[in-house]
């Protein structure tokens, strides 16, 4: 397959969740997806464009293809490893266009498909999307709707870069369905209708089922599988605290989509979040639900636009343990960052990684953004007191490089530029340097023995004058 550069600028989307036929007896059973899926695609670089590569699930199944909707043109499928990750097969399709489209046109392309969708459980461990008697999950890493290009190892990130789209989805009878970052167009059809603008960048992200609702005041609202209503409960209770506190301390979220939409999961899918819109799994711990709740109510108050993992991690790992700190006593705060501590010193190999370059390593992204990133906010705050902190998260956030990018060179120029540091005689280009251009632990010195309180207020006076 000759790969040319093409882009697709807007899909249609007529999509059928398909329960399976035995779904009564086997509930796990996978259902089945059908999809007829028109895109606009645009020839991009400086020569014409013959042909174009899609990449798909799997086990979905090109039957037709065709330019507008009816002229049919030559398209080949075949079963690929993506380099890089061997054990992670997708679907690769090529469609030979009628003629070749010229520089910067566009053409209407459409591709009907099918087949089972039971996730890339090989190669993700927490990607089981999956259409079942209860729940159906589609989440953009699954690859069910034709991502541009071929099975390269990016290919996940691709498929998180979303063009406009229009979508109408058919569903069993009694099933509710949302899809992240969309408009819903109208609630009266069999068949609900989205609609999402360009650019908002959290892949086509579906979630359906057969929900109930629950909602505290008018900032959320919690789905939850038949028979787990207390539990929705203990989640509005959980994300409206979250929500309260850290719009007071910074003012409302940056993705503000009301209400807040959380949605229960089945336990082994592993929650998400995409703005305005959260994937919980249950679990019956109240103050477990607090904390991951709490964690993923955060990240609507994090910029990590482009997914930058040290920013949407640690900062939102770090909101989590002030939170956690004020519903439950200052010692929940510094017992969350303990465990954050114990875990990066446990994995000395992420440890050698600076924080700038976490994203480089993917083994090591978890460890060093999570367990590394909190600490460094932790550090901080100390520097800066409380007034200052929030000052400078509000200041950051609502920024326009926090907007565009949310990347660790960001947050470090932003840092740099901000005035309260420089009067407050905050040494910030050695706080920069250590933390997030250097390796190794630095102000974790005295292991994991050292109360936590006592490592953060020492390596706080690093960079006071
Ligand atoms: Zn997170």
Do not use: K
Not at 166 to 171: F, S, T
């Amino acid at each position: 397959m000759v790969e040319h550069p093409i882009e697709v600028v807007h899909y249609s989307l007529e999509l059928d969740l398909v329960q399976s036929p035995v779904a009564a007896v086997m509930p796990d059973a996978p259902g089945r997806i059908r999809c007829a899926c028109a895109m606009t695609v645009r020839a991009v670089g400086s020569e014409a464009v013959p042909s174009a590569c899609f990449t798909l699930y799997r086990l979905l199944r090109v039957s037709a293809a065709s330019e507008g909707a009816d002229i049919p043109v030559v398209f080949r499928q075949t079963l690929r490893e993506v380099d890089g990750t061997p054990d992670l097969h997708v679907r690769a399709v090529e469609v030979v266009f009628a003629s070749p489209i010229a520089p910067g046109q566009q053409r209407t392309l459409r591709l009907l498909y099918e087949g089972p969708l039971v996730g890339y459980r090989e190669a993700m461990a927490y990607v089981h999307d999956s259409v079942q008697r209860d729940v159906a999950l589609l989440r953009p890493e699954v690859l069910w709707y034709p991502v541009p290009g071929g099975a390269s190892g990016d290919i996940v990130r691709r498929a998180y870069r979303t063009p406009a789209f229009d979508a109408v989805v058919r569903l069993p009878e009694g099933w509710w369905v949302a899809m992240a970052g969309a408009r819903r167009e109208s609630d009266a059809t069999d068949a609900p209708r989205f609609r999402g603008e360009d650019g908002y960048g959290d892949g086509l992200f579906l979630v359906a089922g057969r929900y109930g609702e629950r909602s505290g005041d008018a900032a959320v609202t919690v789905h939850h599988l038949p028979g787990h209503s207390s539990w929705a409960d203990t989640v509005v209770e959980a994300a409206a605290f979250t929500a309260s506190t850290l719009t007071e301390w910074l003012g409302p979220r940056a993705s503000r989509r009301d209400p807040l939409v959380l949605v229960e999961i089945p336990a082994h899918w592993g929650s998400q979040v995409a703005r305005g819109f959260i994937l919980q799994i249950r679990c019956d711990d109240p103050r477990s639900v607090f904390a991951n709740v709490s964690h993923e109510v955060s990240h609507h108050w994090t910029p990590g636009a482009d997914r930058n993992r040290f920013c949407d991690e640690g900062v939102a790992h770090y909101l989590q343990a002030l939170v956690e700190g004020v519903r439950y006593g200052d010692g929940a705060r510094w017992e969350r960052l303990r465990g954050h501590r114990e875990r990066f010193l446990q994995r000395p190999d992420a440890a050698q990684i600076p924080l700038a370059r976490a994203a480089e390593y993917p083994a090591q992204i978890e460890t060093v953004s999570r367990h590394r990133g909190p600490l460094a906010l932790a550090v901080l705050h100390a520097c800066l007191g409380d007034t200052g902190f929030r000052d400078w998260m509000r200041s950051w956030i609502g920024s326009e490089s926090a907007r565009s990018g949310g990347t660790v060179a960001h947050f470090c120029q932003y840092l740099r530029a901000w005035e309260l540091c420089r009067r407050g005689g905050f040494d910030v280009d050695r706080y920069v340097r250590e933390w997030f251009e250097v390796a190794g632990p630095l102000a974790l010195e005295g292991g994991a023995d050292r109360p936590i309180t006592e490592a953060v207020s020492a390596c706080a006076a690093r960079y006071q004058p």
